[in-house]
């Protein structure tokens, strides 16, 4: 029996880039998105794995395959050791239970004319698990442990009747309503008032012990990985460049793209000096990625071979793995 809760092998998804009848005739050739481009990676049970990178590198959209609300181009996401590609219509239902999903925008992803209460109930309703007056004491239950208290008041109210970290709130107790073990939280606090980041973060934290959860915690930011998250992988236009163990990759960062994320976290010491410049330049279009390395247009350390050569992800000992040959000297 594996421990690995998670394990994504070669995950792709190349969208089909949608263009006018008469562009698409004259095309030479058909052009994608490569949203996702070759991931892997595994989560074991109760870690938290923190997918870092900015914005349009493929976060999104690789927790959307592995709760398979996408089919990916190709590879393949396992669930305790299982394909889920191999799972049955009814046996997809339960897996469903069992991962869910945060999303960043609380009001966007609540229905303004469902109550909170009912709202969070859904999940229940939909698979099936509880109705009537269970579902509202099961509701109830969650709605206290998540703080949304009083309860069986604010089971009445409306999204747009509660303040934003209330609807937070609301979001995640209807994520863990049905007792998921695995939750993909997208970006959950980059919508919240900075006064209530933390507290979502800490509750985040505490219900993981509580329910043993197992997380892919998104965001853009690395510095809040710090707060929740085991290990981190950095993501560049699809591609992870460097995975590994928290403490480690904020101690020895060797990508350069790692490193230059890592200088641009706020320390609180004002005499620290940036040593890094931070990358030269936006981040390229998935439709063209640059050939070779595709951080090689924006990066000081690059030679001649990262234009040509795609580099793996090469493990450095200890579950660090990198994608660099220069830095990693392979090359
Ligand atoms: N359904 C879609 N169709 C076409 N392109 C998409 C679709 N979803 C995402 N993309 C593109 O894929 C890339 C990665 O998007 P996303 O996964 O949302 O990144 P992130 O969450 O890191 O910001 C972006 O260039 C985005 O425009
Ligand atoms: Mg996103």
């Known amino acids: 029996m594996t421990d690995n809760l998670i394990r994504v092998d070669n995950l792709t998804m190349h969208f089909p880039l949608t263009r006018g009848v008469l562009a698409n005739l004259f095309a030479r050739e058909k052009k994608f998105v490569r949203a996702v481009d070759g991931v892997s990676f595994t989560i074991r049970k109760g870690e938290v794995l923190g997918l870092v990178g900015e914005s349009g590198s493929g976060k999104t959209t690789t927790g959307r395959l592995i709760l398979k609300l996408l089919e990916p181009t190709s590879g393949e996401v396992f669930y305790r050791g299982r394909a889920i590609s191999s799972f049955s219509g009814k046996e997809m239902e339960g897996l469903r239970e069992k991962m869910q999903v945060i999303f960043q925008d609380p009001y966007a992803s609540l229905s303004p004319r469902m109550s909170i209460g ?8 939909i698979h099936g698990l509880a109705d009537g007056t269970l579902a509202r004491d099961m509701t109830l239950t969650i709605m206290e442990k998540v703080g949304l208290t009083p309860a069986s008041f604010l089971y009445r109210k409306y999204p747009h009747q509660v303040s934003g970290g209330q609807r937070q709130r609301v979001v995640i107790a209807r994520a863990l309503v049905t007792s998921p073990d695995f939750v993909v939280a997208d970006e959950p606090i980059a919508m919240a008032d900075v006064s209530v980041r933390s507290m979502i973060l800490e509750l985040m934290v505490r219900l993981k012990e509580e329910f043993d959860l197992t997380y892919l915690f998104i965001t853009h930011d690395l510095a809040t990985c710090k707060y929740i998250c085991d290990h981190i992988a950095i993501m560049y236009l699809g591609r992870i460049v460097e ?16 490193a230059t994320l890592l200088d641009a976290v706020p320390v609180p010491d004002p005499r620290f000096r940036r040593t890094l410049p931070m990358p030269r330049g936006e981040i ?3 439709i063209d990625p640059p050939p070779g390395c595709s951080f090689h247009p924006r990066c000081s350390y690059a030679v001649e071979a990262c234009r040509i050569q795609d580099p793996p992800l090469v493990d ?3 579950e660090h793995s990198v994608a660099c040959p220069v830095r990693t000297g392979r090359t």
């Open 118 to 125: 009912k709202a969070i109930s859904h999940p229940l309703r």
């Open 243 to 258: 995975i590994g163990p928290l403490q480690e990759v904020f101690r020895n960062p060797v990508h350069p793209y790692t």
């Open 316 to 318: 450095t000992g200890g």
């Open 284 to 286: 390229p279009s998935p």
